[in-house]
């Protein structure tokens, strides 16, 4: 059973618009996310996190939500663009040390239209 | 600059061999990961170890091991290659201290035919 779920495979955004990607989580002794990126060919890469004594955390044109009570957290870019098409991947771990396993969701493909 | 690289990138093996994949950081993290990448099912941890001499199961390490003698390698090796390890594996690591932000390798892809 995924204990963190990305429903959306895939999300088409146009350009200079708002990209949603969602992330649901059912351990509720998660409390640390992070969002990755990755590009064809190539590692993901760490692009944002967020604790659960938080529930916004921004960075630049990103921003993660997190909703405990409905263990929920999704990932806003604004304005999107076109370098911003590749697949997110949502990850939850039991704590933030450096240590802790993160437990991935499946990913979502995002594709920015010029 | 620190790194951490894979090999091999590619490779095509048949059922029943025995596959070495390769993982070598010059962060000189303690902790060090495999996961694998299939469709749908995002990443999945395989073994993990948190130092030299240490080494765990993930959620998905049967037909897997590893081995950790120095703090850079951690090779993933594939007792019976099944065509169910058809995959991209990709190797992370992280420091030993502060925030669990993994930083990964390229990924190796793996056929088995």
């Known amino acids: 059973d995924q204990q963190v779920k990305q429903n959306s495979p895939s999300l088409s955004v146009q350009e200079g618009r708002i990209s949603i990607l969602n992330c649901d989580y059912t351990n509720s002794m998660f409390d640390y996310f992070l969002w990755y990126k990755k590009y064809p060919a190539e590692g993901p890469t760490f692009l944002i996190s967020?604790?659960?004594?938080?529930d916004k955390n921004e960075d630049g044109r990103f921003t993660v939500f997190l909703n405990k009570s409905a263990k929920h957290l999704s990932l806003h870019i604004v304005p999107s663009q076109p370098g911003d098409s590749a697949v997110y991947f949502c990850?939850?771990?039991?704590?933030?040390?450096?240590?802790?396993?993160?437990?991935f969701g499946g990913g979502t493909r995002v594709l920015v239209k010029p | 600059d620190a790194e951490i690289t894979q090999s091999p990138r590619h490779k095509i093996t048949e059922t029943g061999r025995q596959v070495t994949l390769a993982c070598h950081q010059t962060?000189?993290?303690?902790?060090m990961f495999w996961y694998r990448q299939d469709l749908g099912h995002g990443l999945r941890l395989i073994h993990y170890s948190y130092g030299v001499q240490d080494t765990n199961k993930g959620e998905v390490s049967d037909g897997y091991s590893v081995s950790r003698s120095n703090t850079e390698d951690l090779p993933l090796t594939l007792e019976s290659a099944a065509s169910s390890q058809t995959s991209v594996y990709f190797c992370a690591s992280s420091a030993g201290s502060g925030a669990n932000v993994l930083t990964f390798g390229a990924g190796s892809r793996l056929t088995v035919l």
């Open positions: 962060w000189n993290h303690n902790n």
């Open positions: 967020i604790s659960s004594i938080k």
């Open positions: 990850a939850a771990s039991e704590g933030r040390a450096a240590g802790n396993k993160l437990t």
